[in-house]
């Protein structure tokens, strides 16, 4: 069973530009969260789809969208990047809306100069 | 709001010797608490849920409400413990705002 993979794993922005990372979940997991990892605020919760809705938002900005495709696939998109949206975004998914047993990607790695 | 905090950022014992990571939370309600895992190179992965009352790979956490804790203990630690070790909680009402983590703890298991 292939694992959840996103695309890019890396990529550099600069400021003002926008972004778009792609999350293909686990077959079978109709659920995709998305977190943002710092070193300095660590793991934070940015939003959870299913079912090609935004069910859940973390307290993010609203430069900071997503979505969700009938094929559980999901993309989210940084509009307007700032220097302090440098992080590893980390898509996870799971079988079903609100579950916490997760299963993470390998995290896209955005740097924004 | 919810919190989780793991007050030590890095933990070294040696080979055998017990290990405590220590984990509290804040939480009104009545939370499920996880411990997840990032070894060297690899992604993040659930290690256990309170709910679940296993112990895998040899760690065990109760969750105690009265001293709002979730403490992970294994009492012999192994060289391939080495990892960083997220605690995380969900909130009641499906993880309507997701997983909260912790910073995490290095542990360094020392041979």
């Known amino acids: 069973k292939a694992g959840v993979t996103q695309t890019p794993r890396y990529l550099i922005k600069t400021r003002g530009q926008q972004v778009t990372l792609s999350c293909s979940p686990i077959?079978?997991?109709?659920?995709v969260s998305w977190y943002q990892q710092t070193p300095g605020q660590g793991l934070q919760f940015l939003f959870e789809y299913f079912s090609e809705t935004q069910r859940n938002k973390g307290n993010f900005p609203g430069r900071f969208s997503g979505r969700q495709f009938s094929n559980s696939r999901s993309e989210m998109n940084v509009s307007t990047l700032e220097l302090g949206d440098s992080a590893l975004y980390l898509c996870?998914?799971?079988?079903?809306?609100?579950?916490?047993?997760?299963?993470f990607g390998a995290g896209s790695r955005l740097t924004v100069l | 709001a919810q919190r989780v905090t793991q007050p030590e950022k890095l933990l070294s014992v040696f080979k055998g010797a017990p290990v405590e990571l220590k984990c509290n939370y804040s939480y009104s309600g009545s939370p499920e608490l996880f411990w997840y895992v990032q070894y060297s190179r690899q992604r993040l992965q659930l290690l256990l849920r309170h709910i679940s009352r296993e112990s895998i790979k040899g760690f065990t956490a109760d969750l105690n409400k009265g001293e709002t804790s979730f403490h992970l203990k294994k009492p012999f630690a192994q060289e391939e413990d080495s990892a960083m070790y997220y605690c995380?909680?969900?909130?009641?009402?499906?993880?309507?705002?997701?997983?909260?983590f912790g910073k995490g703890t290095h542990l360094i298991i020392q041979p």
């Open positions: 077959s079978g997991h109709r659920s």
């Open positions: 996870a998914s799971s079988a079903d809306l609100g579950a916490n047993v997760l299963t």
């Open positions: 995380a909680l969900s909130g009641t009402g499906g993880g309507a705002d997701g997983l909260t």
